[in-house]
């Protein structure tokens, strides 16, 4: 299974990348955990939210491999227990699917993504700093894996 976080920004603080790496190489094999960046667009004062929106939701479809299943993440989508995301982990890796994450920049996602996406769901009624959930995803891809298989590291 190949899960992909697809994320909106490049160039992110050192401490994000080590945050995220952490996860990623403790994941085996069979749920490989990779990220791709995609740039976002440039904001100014006078920048037209809806245009730039517009722009970063098309990059992200264009990412997303055929086949895969797709997970919008919003403040306002599903909440799901991590019990709850390990079941569905499991069941998409036993049928041979691939998943993919899609992270927003700092206004979200389209309305497009949202209309792709198989899901929607929240890490947290608050609203996270973008780039700090590539991080909170990658660990609870780890602690997902961990329920899965038994592993300590979820007790």
């Known amino acids: 299974m190949q899960i992909t976080l697809i994320a909106i920004g490049k160039n992110m ?8 790496q952490t996860y990623a190489e403790r994941m ?17 004062k006078s920048s037209d939210i809806n245009k730039i929106l517009k722009s970063e939701g098309e990059k992200l479809l264009r990412a ?5 299943i797709v997970v919008a993440l919003d403040r306002v989508g599903k909440s799901l ?26 206004e979200g996602l389209s309305e497009a993504c949202f209309q792709r996406a198989d899901h929607c769901w929240s890490l ?6 973008h780039p700090l ?5 990658a660990e609870q891809c780890y602690r997902a894996y961990s329920i899965i298989t038994n592993h300590p590291y979820h007790r």
């Open 124 to 129: 947290s009624a608050l609203t996270l700093p």
């Open 13 to 20: 603080p050192r401490w994000i990348n080590d945050g995220f």
């Open 133 to 137: 959930v590539r991080i909170v995803v």
């Open 28 to 44: 085996p094999t069979n749920y490989r955990l990779k990220l791709l960046e995609i740039s976002s667009e440039k904001r100014h």
């Open 81 to 106: 227990k991590t019990t709850d995301f390990a079941e569905h982990l499991k069941t998409w890796h036993d049928q041979s699917m691939n998943l993919s994450i899609l992270i927003g920049g700092p």
């Open 64 to 68: 997303i491999p055929e086949g895969d």
